[in-house]
């Protein structure tokens, strides 16, 4: 149940928005926030903020890529898996978190710390091969530069 503070916070943002349903996704990911991913109950309690069905927020849910209906772990990488990133070596990078980090992509790390998703694009196609940890946009990855991201990101968690 999420406390009172967040529902007012969310009430007040659905009041804002031109019609509840703009406001779904922001208050998806709030949810998303407070119970680290995006559970049944939570997709309960946004159709009841937001005045929608629990199908529909669903079906607005499993539109989006950084919607998480599954847990995830305490960091989710997003590689960029564009044709903009791929031809400029998206697919090596992919591949060496997956080494690094123990998991196939969709896979979370044994110790939940990390989870190693592709995604359709991350929108920084001049800087690619791009990766996003949290909210942190990384691009001109190398293999250094993905091991010291990790390093840094692990003893952030740790």
Known sequence: MIPESLKTELQA???AAITPREAAVDVMKELQRHYGWLTDEAVGEAAELLGLTSLQV????????MI???PVG????HVCDSISCWAVGGE??????????????????GDGIF????????????????????DTLYGR???ESIDEILARERAVIS
């Not at 591949?95 to 790390?109: D, I, M, Q, S």
């Open 13 to 15: 943002r659905i009041a």
């Open 68 to 70: 998480y209906r599954r």
């Open 141 to 143: 990855l190398t293999l």
């Open 58 to 65: 669903e079906e607005l849910a499993t539109f989006y890529e």
């Open 92 to 109: 090596t990078m992919l591949a060496h978190l997956a080494r690094r980090l123990g998991v196939e992509p969709g896979e979370t790390t």
């Open 115 to 134: 989870t190693l998703l592709p995604c359709c694009c991350l929108g920084n196609c001049g800087e690619g091969p791009t990766m996003m940890v949290g």
């Open 74 to 77: 305490k960091r989710v990488i």
